[in-house]
């Protein structure tokens, strides 16, 4: 069968340096909270926003993108290695900067974007699908793509993930719209020395594939199911009421209540694993990739761009988590947050400096239900002068089945819009979950 012409047509590509010159060359070595994400893709995020004058927006995205590369300069670089073989972000002022692709798409309106099943759609507006953070070695560290829309424009944006974590990806996102939306200087500077937390040096014998990065795509294949994603929007309402559900009978020793994380958590949790009709015996993974730069000690700022995150495990039988109440699995969760303080995060650093693995972004456990992003990031204040994006979704990249992506959702307060990918047959069972999506409102 003949493919459709695409619906979005490339119009050229370029680049972008910061503004000012640093004059010297300048590198900082990747420490083990950056290193296992070699193996992962691309990072990806899609914002949308209405609008008409499509060339002058993009001549100030471009304008601020250099202005606020100052600052941020690691993100005009490349990866690297040193003479001991130890992976490193290098900059100077000759490399090409960040890659800026220009696009139009006129038969895509606002409200095509706006519907929550898939990311198909999405792919043709966000560059570097299937492209390993491995090739940053020979690729910009950030790719962007401005897509003009029949109604406004999209930003697609694919960060090298084994430079930063999504706490800096909206750091710097912000900053962006700061400095768009008018402002001389940004509000808060990132913290560059990576070292400052972590300075063990770890060489890796790592080369790109012969297929120079490129993996079969996740739409289904004899061996790989088809995944379907679906985005699932909770209300301040719902999210009140799944966490006064889960806080209805406390537990009698002692712990805190369960946090809105937590109580989502575990409501989502206990309902894949329903969808997915697994024998009572089978086990169940939940994986949070937290925050740690209040755990570690010395705690760092918020400021501190890289990665600063650790994937969190816990697991349980099937059985147990959808027969239980759901406070037993939102104490199992709770307890595996808990007690990752510094002294685990330390323990885990050292295990992995003395032998080290890379991780593949599958890598979340059998059964699992892996939570990444967070409604704590405020993706919809990122306003680059014309408004709040209509919507943020994230990529293909980096999916499989049980990945929820969390993000604060566009009505505001406590409302939150969960992204999740799974099987194409437990999903049609979770959308017909009235449990679960009762207080979908």
């Given at each position: 069968?003949?493919?459709?012409?695409?619906?979005?047509?490339?119009?050229?590509?370029?680049?972008?340096?910061?503004?000012?010159?640093?004059?010297?060359?300048?590198?900082?070595?990747?420490?083990?909270?950056?290193?296992?994400?070699?193996?992962?893709?691309?990072?990806?995020?899609?914002?949308?926003?209405?609008?008409?004058?499509?060339?002058?927006?993009?001549?100030?995205?471009?304008?601020?993108?250099?202005?606020?590369?100052?600052?941020?300069?690691?993100?005009?670089?490349?990866?690297?290695?040193?003479?001991?073989?130890?992976?490193?972000?290098?900059?100077?002022?000759?490399?090409?900067?960040?890659?800026?692709?220009?696009?139009?798409?006129?038969?895509?309106?606002?409200?095509?974007?706006?519907?929550?099943?898939?990311?198909?759609?999405?792919?043709?507006?966000?560059?570097?699908?299937?492209?390993?953070?491995?090739?940053?070695?020979?690729?910009?560290?950030?790719?962007?793509?401005?897509?003009?829309?029949?109604?406004?424009?999209?930003?697609?944006?694919?960060?090298?993930?084994?430079?930063?974590?999504?706490?800096?990806?909206?750091?710097?996102?912000?900053?962006?719209?700061?400095?768009?939306?008018?402002?001389?200087?940004?509000?808060?500077?990132?913290?560059?020395?990576?070292?400052?937390?972590?300075?063990?040096?770890?060489?890796?014998?790592?080369?790109?594939?012969?297929?120079?990065?490129?993996?079969?795509?996740?739409?289904?294949?004899?061996?790989?199911?088809?995944?379907?994603?679906?985005?699932?929007?909770?209300?301040?309402?719902?999210?009140?009421?799944?966490?006064?559900?889960?806080?209805?009978?406390?537990?009698?020793?002692?712990?805190?209540?369960?946090?809105?994380?937590?109580?989502?958590?575990?409501?989502?949790?206990?309902?894949?694993?329903?969808?997915?009709?697994?024998?009572?015996?089978?086990?169940?993974?939940?994986?949070?990739?937290?925050?740690?730069?209040?755990?570690?000690d010395p705690p760092m700022p918020d400021s501190y761009f890289g990665n600063l995150i650790q994937a969190i495990f816990t697991?349980?039988?099937?059985?147990?988590?959808?027969?239980?109440?759901?406070?037993?699995?939102?104490?199992?969760?709770?307890?595996?947050?808990?007690?990752?303080?510094?002294?685990?995060?330390?323990k885990r650093n050292k295990e992995w400096e003395s032998a080290p693995k890379i991780f593949e972004f599958k890598d979340a456990?059998?059964?699992?239900?892996?939570?990444?992003?967070?409604?704590?990031?405020?993706?919809?204040?990122?306003?680059?002068?014309?408004?709040?994006?209509?919507?943020?979704?994230?990529?293909?990249?980096?999916?499989?089945?049980?990945?929820?992506?969390?993000?604060?959702?566009?009505?505001?307060?406590?409302?939150?819009?969960?992204?999740?990918?799974?099987?194409?047959?437990?999903?049609?069972?979770?959308?017909?979950?009235?449990?679960?999506?009762?207080?979908?409102?």
């Amino acid at each position: 069968m003949a493919s459709e012409t695409p619906k979005v047509k490339l119009t050229g590509t370029t680049h972008v340096k910061p503004s000012k010159k640093l004059g010297k060359k300048e590198h900082c070595q990747l420490v083990t909270f950056d290193l296992p994400y070699l193996a992962f893709y691309y990072n990806q995020k899609l914002l949308f926003y209405k609008g008409c004058d499509y060339e002058d927006m993009v001549k100030k995205l471009k304008d601020s993108l250099a202005v606020v590369l100052v600052e941020f300069y690691h993100l005009a670089g490349r990866l690297g290695k040193d003479e001991e073989g130890v992976f490193r972000v290098e900059y100077d002022d000759e490399m090409e900067g960040v890659e800026v692709a220009e696009a139009v798409a006129e038969e895509i309106s606002i409200a095509d974007l706006e519907v929550e099943e898939g990311t198909s759609s999405l792919k043709e507006l966000i560059p570097y699908s299937l492209v390993l953070n491995l090739e940053g070695l020979q690729r910009p560290l950030l790719a962007v793509q401005l897509t003009k829309l029949k109604d406004g424009i999209a930003i697609g944006c694919a960060f090298n993930h084994a430079i930063l974590d999504g706490t800096a990806t909206w750091h710097f996102m912000s900053s962006w719209a700061e400095v768009c939306n008018g402002s001389p200087t940004i509000s808060t500077r990132p913290f560059l020395e990576r070292t400052k937390v972590r300075d063990t040096r770890v060489k890796l014998d790592l080369s790109l594939p012969p297929s120079n990065g490129k993996a079969a795509a996740t739409n289904g294949t004899a061996s790989t199911p088809q995944l379907r994603e679906r985005v699932f929007k909770f209300s301040e309402s719902a999210i009140d009421k799944i966490k006064s559900t889960v806080n209805a009978n406390p537990p009698s020793d002692g712990s805190k209540p369960f946090s809105t994380f937590q109580s989502l958590s575990v409501h989502i949790w206990r309902h894949v694993t329903k969808a997915r009709s697994l024998k009572p015996e089978d086990y169940t993974v939940f994986t949070v990739f937290a925050d740690c730069r209040k755990r570690v000690d010395p705690p760092m700022p918020d400021s501190y761009f890289g990665n600063l995150i650790q994937a969190i495990f816990t697991a349980t039988a099937a059985g147990p988590l959808a027969g239980n109440p759901p406070e037993f699995g939102a104490g199992v969760i709770q307890k595996a947050i808990e007690s990752h303080n510094a002294s685990a995060i330390e323990k885990r650093n050292k295990e992995w400096e003395s032998a080290p693995k890379i991780f593949e972004f599958k890598d979340a456990g059998v059964n699992c239900v892996a939570v990444g992003s967070s409604p704590r990031f405020k993706v919809y204040e990122v306003d680059f002068g014309w408004g709040k994006p209509e919507g943020v979704r994230s990529g293909s990249n980096n999916r499989f089945d049980g990945m929820v992506y969390l993000y604060q959702g566009k009505s505001g307060g406590r409302s939150i819009d969960v992204e999740i990918s799974l099987e194409a047959a437990a999903m049609e069972k979770l959308e017909q979950d009235e449990e679960f999506l009762l207080p979908v409102v």
